[in-house]
């Protein structure tokens, strides 16, 4: 089985600007994680979508939204990006909702000039 | 506040020289706890998960426990390929489902 796939690998983006991730999750899982991690917070949860709608959400400002499709496959929208949001975004899927196992994919490297 | 505190930060190991990791939390409604390692540059990789006192789980050289305030990771005669960092995440109920919170991880080296 393919595990989880999320691209792109590495970003760059200016202050301002809005970004768009993608992530595939492992074929059959319905709920994809959202996470960002950073040296100095560790591994922070942002939100969790199961069968397209939204399960949980973290402390995080509204500038940092989420979807997934029907197909699963989710995506993660940051708008008015700050310098501080700058970290390592990793997805995770797992078969049921928050609560079971959870797979890790390797991440998008986000880093705001 | 709820937390979730992960000791020591750092743990450099002889190869053989068994060890424990723990993981406290103050959690009210605990759901589930996870165990997780990270290799650098790696998105983390499912280890275990607990969800009640008393509960053990083992996997090759890794052992988890859980108690009502703290989850314990036994590292029994590690090999350098044990080398990384394990993550510890409380599942707490919440209204809605639930809210995952991660420890700030547990840097382990072991040497040969």
């Known amino acids: 089985k393919a595990g989880v796939t999320q691209t792109p690998r590495y970003l760059i983006k200016t202050r301002g600007q809005q970004v768009t991730l993608s992530c595939s999750p492992i074929?059959?899982?319905?709920?994809v994680s959202w996470y960002q991690q950073t040296p100095g917070q560790g591994l922070q949860f942002l939100f969790e979508?199961?069968?397209?709608?939204?399960?949980n959400k973290g402390n995080f400002p509204g500038r940092f939204s989420g979807r997934q499709f029907s197909n699963s496959r989710s995506e993660m929208n940051v708008s008015t990006l700050e310098l501080g949001d700058s970290a390592l975004y990793l997805c995770?899927?797992?078969?049921?909702?928050?609560?079971?196992?959870?797979?890790f994919g390797p991440g998008t490297r986000l880093t705001v000039t | 506040e709820d937390q979730v505190t992960q000791s020591p930060e750092a743990l450099r190991l002889q190869e053989g020289e068994s060890s424990s990791l723990n993981c406290s939390y103050t959690?009210?409604?605990?759901?589930?706890l996870f165990w997780y390692r990270q290799d650098p540059g790696k998105g983390p990789e499912f280890l275990f998960t607990?969800?009640?006192a008393g509960e053990e789980k083992e996997k090759e050289r890794l052992k988890a426990t859980l108690t009502k305030k703290e989850s314990f990771l036994h590292i029994t005669a590690p090999k350098p390929e044990d080398s990384a960092t394990y993550l510890c995440?409380?599942?707490?109920?919440?209204?809605?489902?639930?809210?995952?919170?991660f420890g700030a991880g547990t840097q382990v080296v072991v040497t040969p």
């Open positions: 979508y199961f069968s397209e709608t939204q399960r």
């Open positions: 995440a409380v599942l707490q109920a919440t209204d809605s489902w639930g809210k995952l919170q």
């Open positions: 607990l969800y009640s």
């Open positions: 995770a899927s797992s078969p049921g909702p928050l609560g079971y196992e959870q797979y």
């Open positions: 959690v009210s409604g605990l759901r589930g």
């Open positions: 074929s059959g899982h319905r709920s």
